[in-house]
Nanobody, 127 residues
């Protein structure tokens, strides 16, 4: 059973930076090329949306347009951990951020691409 646990949320001022971490335990290594980890977020009253994803085998990254150039997703393969470095945070970045893991494939930017989800970590951005 794969488990994912996020950490690193908090409250910051607009323009500040914050880094989230997510560790996956029990990662099934046999998924190889198809294993992705990602970040989604959900603000109050809104649907959950894709933020960024990373293909584990080669580190290829994918971003939502709203965070390109400000957020960076990365991984530490030895520790089965992914990171989301967020810079120049804006009030509309405030949300619960969820770590996801699974066989993303062509669905890397949708909920369907991920079977395993963390509990979420809250990011608050004040103006």
């Amino acid at each position: 059973q794969v488990q994912v646990v996020e950490s690193g949320g908090g409250s910051v001022q607009a323009g500040a930076s914050l880094t989230l971490s997510c560790r996956a335990s029990g990662t099934p290594s046999f998924y190889g090329n198809y294993w992705f980890m990602a970040w989604f977020r959900q603000a109050p009253g809104k649907e959950r949306e894709f933020v960024a994803a990373i293909r584990w085998i080669d580190g290829q990254t994918y971003y939502a347009d709203s965070v390109k150039g400000r957020f960076t997703i990365s991984r530490d393969s030895a520790k089965n951990t992914e990171f989301l470095q967020m810079k120049t945070l804006r009030p509309d970045d405030a949300a619960n951020y969820y770590c996801a893991a699974g066989v993303g494939g062509p669905n890397y930017n949708t909920d369907r691409g991920y079977r395993y989800w963390g509990q979420g970590t809250q990011v608050i951005v004040s103006s």
